[in-house]
């Protein structure tokens, strides 16, 4: 089985300071993927990654950065945390192709004061 | 742009009753996945579809892909309390087939 790990599953975190969300896969798949989930906007992706080093935006990716030093391992970062950041955020990963499906981690909810 | 749509947003059912969320796309898909999310868990992967027509069977649900690759449905017969959760629809985005497109997904509501 897949297993996709996240970093923590709840964090508080201040407005204005910087904030690392890590996710961890064992299963050697090329794609990683950042998520934020909110209440009717449904998944909405801000980065991905389909290699080492390698990175491209999401639908929303102002605000984020991403860091991926080694295959099992992409980090989400909060340059300077803002209350909208407020959200569950959701890792994936997933093998390359066209019939590509995801694999999900349990999602870190993240409260910004 | 590219977009998934999903109806209903929400449905609440007596447990016994059938129900039925539907999956429309803007465009073509090449194929067309399912994902499940329990209320405070993450999306599963349930089932991809990737022919035209396609109809496949999971116990209880009954997904099914349209003839012109754009629409889909999945139907759950005698609902349980086991069934609730948000059902998301998700294809490949036309521009770059390692994201998917997702929709916003349908909440389901199962009062015993």
């Known amino acids: 089985d897949v297993k996709v790990t996240q970093s923590s599953r709840y964090l508080v975190k201040r407005t204005g300071e910087k904030v690392f969300l890590e996710c961890v896969q064992d299963m050697d798949h090329e794609n990683m993927f950042w998520y934020r989930q909110d209440p009717g906007l449904g998944l909405r992706l801000i980065y991905f990654?389909?290699?080492?080093?390698?990175?491209e935006k999401g639908d929303i990716p102002e605000g984020y950065s991403v860091s991926r030093e080694k295959k099992e391992r992409f980090s989400l970062i909060l340059e300077s945390a803002s209350t909208n950041q407020t959200s569950m955020y959701l890792c994936?990963?997933?093998?390359?192709?066209?019939?590509?499906?995801?694999?999900f981690g349990p999602g870190t909810r993240l409260l910004v004061l | 742009g590219q977009q998934v749509m999903q109806i209903p947003q929400y449905q609440h059912v007596q447990e016994g009753e059938d129900f039925t969320t539907y999956c429309n796309s803007s465009t073509t898909l090449s194929n067309i996945q399912w994902y499940k999310q329990r209320p405070g868990g993450h999306p599963v992967f349930l089932i991809q579809l990737v022919k035209s027509g396609e109809v496949k069977k999971q116990k209880r649900l009954t997904f099914q892909f349209g003839e012109a690759k754009k629409n889909s449905s999945l139907h759950i017969t005698a609902t349980q309390t086991t069934d609730v959760g948000t059902y998301f629809c998700?294809?490949?985005?036309?521009?770059?087939?390692?994201?998917?497109?997702w929709g916003l997904g349908t909440s389901l509501a199962v009062n015993p």
């Open positions: 994936a990963t997933g093998t390359s192709g066209i019939r590509e499906t995801q694999y």
């Open positions: 990654s389909y290699d080492v080093k390698m990175k």
């Open positions: 998700a294809g490949p985005n036309a521009g770059n087939n390692r994201k998917l497109i």
